[in-house]
Nanobody, 124 residues
Framework: QMVESGGGSVQAGGSLRLSCAAS????????MGWFRQAPGKEREGVAA????????NYADSVKGRFTISRDSAKNTMYLQMNSLKPEDTAMYYC????????????????????WGQGTQVTVS
């Protein structure tokens, strides 16, 4: 199970830190990622991180503003979001791939098969 937290309402230019706490399974061998879905739009990849945390991958729209990280000891992943824009408004989901993938952590939706329930981020 993965549970997101940290969402909320913030003014443009503000910051939020999302957390994704996993339980019942250690995701240390899984790539993990953050996705978002705005009303009327398809879910899209925001950021992804390798098992060690040493390799990250970001959507162009958030590069330089968002930072993904993970703490394997706590089985938790984070998304630090700075300089938020109204277009960042969406439901944010954390997800994990099957174990054992290699290479650059992907932003492709179909490669993730473990999902949280989401946390809402609203930027005005």
């Amino acid at each position: 199970q993965m549970v997101e937290s940290g969402g909320g309402s913030v003014q443009a230019g503000g910051s939020l830190r999302l957390s994704c706490a996993a339980s019942g399974y250690a995701y240390s061998r899984n790539f993990m990622g953050w996705f978002r879905q705005a009303p009327g739009k398809e879910r899209e990849g925001v950021a992804a991180i390798s098992t060690s945390g040493g390799t990250t991958n970001y959507a162009d729209s958030v590069k330089g503003r968002f930072t993904i990280s993970r703490d394997s000891a706590k089985n938790t992943m984070y998304l630090q979001m700075n300089s938020l824009k109204p277009e960042d408004t969406a439901m944010y989901y954390c997800a994990a791939t099957p174990p054992g993938l290699v290479g650059i952590p992907p932003l492709r939706l179909g490669l993730y098969n473990y999902w949280g329930q989401g946390t809402q981020v609203t930027v005005s």
